[in-house]
């Protein structure tokens, strides 16, 4: 089973650690901190640095993920909230 994404209802300070929590769980909160290491133009570069650039930018996209299903589920809670209203005539 896994962890549900914390739902923000307002309350940032503490969305904002439940978030956190969550992020460290999953092993992410390292990438919202120090960000993915940029490659110097002309460095060396193995064959290790490589899988460990490319799963960094995984993880980046799954945070990325997470904070867009958030906004996403936020966005149609405010929408359906207020469609059935106009739909009635009701403003």
Known sequence: ????IP???GHYDHWAKLMENF????QYWNLVEQG???VVDGAAFSAEDAKFLEEQKLKDLKIKIIFIRLLIVRFWILFLM??????FGIQ
């Open 1 to 4: 089973m896994q962890p549900a």
């Open 7 to 9: 739902k923000f209802y």
């Open 23 to 26: 992020l460290r769980s999953k």
């Open 36 to 38: 993915i290491a940029k």
């Open 82 to 87: 207020t469609r059935p209203l106009r739909i």
